[in-house]
T-cell receptor, first 108, second 116 residues
Framework: GDSVTQMEGPVTLSEEAFLTINCTYT??????LFWYVQYPGEGLQLLLK?????DKGSNKGFEATYRKETTSFHLEKGSVQVSDSAVYFC???????FGSGTRLLVRP | DAGVTQSPTHLIKTRGQQVTLRCSPK?????VSWYQQALGQGPQFIFQ???????QRGNFPDRFSGHQFPNYSSELNVNALLLGDSALYLC???????????????FGAGSRLTVL
């Protein structure tokens, strides 16, 4: 069945560092891909999405490109802030099949 | 405009008991989905309700059941609780008429269930 694999965390970075969180998927066809973010005590929020191959989703300085060839959807940000500290989930498809999440901790 | 509200926020039960969790969808949304998020894991789809009927279901046993009311609010019921049912239960709502419902899912903050 469809599945999502994310790099294990936690990922600890200093403020203004470059961020990459890896996400690969297994799926039938070409489902939509998503990144969600979960801040402590809050609900999941959609961060960005891509609906077809080669699409680039972007929001709040985060980007991810739908790579059909490598079945990947890696999340990147050029300069992280302390406020980016959260758990990030990669997900696919209509019912949202989630990865296990990657915790990001940004130190001042 | 209130988003998705869930109650209770925390609760503790013992094995074998039954629990009911409640969800009020975002204004303008009429479809409700429920997810289970175990500690350190991503959310897993339980089921979705629309027009007071279960429309889709994930890989969960019949101990998990739900209901949707005419005002679109929803309940998740879990019978014969097991230790493994301890998790954060998330409710998400969406409007109808979208080609891909996942695009406009709004999540609540969840109900954390602990089974002792």
């Amino acid at each position: 069945g469809d599945s999502v694999t994310q790099m294990e965390g936690p990922v600890t970075l200093s403020e203004e560092a470059f961020l990459t969180i890896n996400c690969t998927y297994t799926a039938t066809g070409y489902p939509s891909l998503f990144w969600y973010v979960q801040y402590p005590g809050e609900g999941l929020q959609l961060l960005l999405k891509a609906t077809k191959a080669d699409d680039k989703g972007s929001n709040k300085g985060f980007e991810a490109t739908y790579r059909k060839e490598t079945t990947s959807f890696h999340l990147e940000k050029g300069s992280v802030q302390v406020s980016d500290s959260a758990v990030y989930f990669c997900a696919l498809g209509y019912k949202l099949i989630f990865g296990s999440g990657t915790r990001l901790l940004v130190r001042p | 405009d209130a988003g998705v509200t869930q109650s209770p926020t925390h609760l503790i039960k013992t094995r074998g008991q039954q629990v009911t969790l409640r969800c009020s969808p975002k204004s303008g949304h009429d479809t409700v989905s429920w997810y289970q998020q175990a500690l350190g894991q991503g959310p897993q789809f339980i089921f979705q309700y629309y027009e007071e009927e279960e429309r889709q279901r994930g890989n969960f046993p019949d101990r998990f059941s739900g209901h949707q009311f005419p005002n679109y609010s929803s309940e998740l019921n879990v019978n014969a609780l097991l230790l493994g049912d301890s998790a954060l239960y998330l409710c998400a709502s969406s409007p109808t008429g979208t080609s891909s419902g996942a695009n406009v899912l709004t999540f609540g903050a969840g109900s954390r269930l602990t089974v002792l």
